[in-house]
């Protein structure tokens, strides 16, 4: 085994087993990142985005956060306002339910926390390229 490492040190592919290396600068944490990571991990969990009345205010008063940063975190972390942030979650949830096949696409839109069956319809095909109707053909074989 001895030899074996020698003659690759002496070609160079393996390094002095006495050689120091620096270790890896580990990644700083970003204090806001964490924050919102926490905040979105709070949505989900609890499944605020299904509430169809959920505004700012509720969300400001479950979190602590006052309104301006929630929007700031959204905004830097994720890319949207609040309501696209929350319509997206959504949307992706109705994707089990329309995978199931089970209810109606009116009721997923209203189970995913949507107030109008057209905007879930108009966020859907935004999202996905596909009405509803044709991701549960498409996806769920019915």
Do not use: H, W
């Amino acid at each position: 085994m001895y030899s074996i490492i020698r003659r690759l040190r002496n070609c160079g592919e393996v390094a002095s087993l006495t050689e120091v290396r620096e270790p890896e600068a580990l990644p700083v944490p970003d204090p806001q990142r964490q924050e919102f990571m926490e905040l979105d991990a709070r949505i989900r969990k609890d499944k605020l985005f299904l509430l169809p009345d959920i505004s700012r205010e509720n969300i400001v008063s479950m979190t602590g956060l006052n309104k301006n940063r929630l929007a700031q975190l959204i905004q830097q972390y994720s890319g949207q306002n609040l309501t696209s942030y929350i319509n997206s979650m959504r949307v992706e949830y109705s994707l089990e339910l329309l995978s199931a096949g089970e209810e109606t696409i009116e009721t997923v839109a209203y189970d995913s926390g949507f107030n109008n069956v057209r905007t879930f319809y108009r966020i859907f095909r935004e999202k996905f390229g596909m009405t509803p109707a044709e991701y549960r053909k498409a996806y769920s074989g019915k």
